[in-house]
């Protein structure tokens, strides 16, 4: 089905029309005249045609099984008379799918939410081409949001590709585009879907908090070792070319070690000054 616009004119002529046939009509039943029976006939038929349209609402006609287009425009319209309709918004609405548990590409249970927001383009395809809509767009937002998690890792602690947790746009983005493939088939625009929840599943929780600690703690520590191996290097360069004391390699060895133990530790470390020797 593809939407297209009905006939209609305008409602307030065919309004006026139809009350002096009515007014004519009844006139001329009173003075005996059976003129007025097609007159009121005509009337009674005009005014069935009679529909007023609201802002961002549209009605698709129906005439004895036959799709005869939709009116969009709003206003007072005189449409073809005895035509069923069939109301539909326009209007923006949004949906907040349900907490879903899904296991990720890794197989790691995670719990996942989204918020779709749309409208419909096509009355005709939103009416006539799914049961009801709403819910097609309902479990079609859950299933494409079970999709796309199973794409990707909650969170990439190698650091290399896309995760859940660390691309929300790219992930949402995705999200959109398989959701607009899905819900064309019903006349449905799709303006945005994005993530509103996302976390581990309780049982398996507590364990990837500890591996996320661990992680960030390595990606500290090997930050902090190549800053300090980039320091001592630096240090005995200097000395060396400043020609501030001659170091042999045992002596280089010694000041490596107590430098990195310096600049490595967590805790404070205590100085030994050495005074020389008493001898």
Not at 46 to 60: C, D, E, F, H, R
Not at 213 to 231: D, K, T
Not at 253 to 266: F, G, H, P, Y
Request: hydrophobic content about 50%; aromatic content about 8%.
């Amino acid at each position: 089905m593809i939407e297209k616009k009905a006939w209609a004119v305008n409602g307030y002529l065919a309004l006026i029309l139809a009350l002096a046939l009515l007014i004519g009509g009844f006139s001329l039943l009173v003075q005996a005249n059976l003129v007025g029976i097609p007159l009121l006939i005509v009337a009674i038929i005009s005014g069935t045609g009679i529909l007023v349209v609201q802002p961002n609402k549209a009605y698709a006609l129906v005439f004895f099984g036959s799709y005869l287009g939709t009116i969009r425009e709003p206003g007072l319209w005189l449409c073809f008379p005895f035509a069923m309709r069939r109301g539909i918004s326009l209007r923006v609405r949004n949906f907040n799918t349900k907490t879903l548990k899904v296991n990720d590409i890794e197989g790691n249970p995670v719990e996942i939410a989204a918020v779709v927001v749309f409208h419909v383009v096509d009355t005709a395809k939103a009416i006539f081409d799914v049961e009801k809509y709403e819910e097609f767009v309902e479990i079609q937002s859950e299933t494409a949001l079970r999709h796309v998690a199973t794409r990707y890792a909650y969170d990439n602690f190698e650091g290399k590709g896309f995760s859940l947790r660390g691309n929300p746009e790219e992930v949402s983005a995705e999200l959109m585009n398989e959701l607009q493939q899905r819900l064309s088939l019903a006349g449905v625009q799709v303006t945005e879907a994005r993530l509103t929840h996302l976390a581990y599943a309780t049982e398996i929780a507590g364990a990837m908090l500890q591996r996320q600690q661990a992680s960030a703690i390595l990606s500290a520590r090997q930050i902090i070792v190549e800053g300090a191996v980039g320091m001592v290097q630096m240090a005995i360069e200097r000395i060396e070319k400043d020609g501030v004391v001659k170091l042999d390699e045992e002596r280089k060895a010694a000041m490596v070690n107590n430098l990195l133990v310096s600049i490595v530790s967590e805790r404070a470390v205590q100085p030994v000054i050495n005074t020389g020797t008493v001898y």
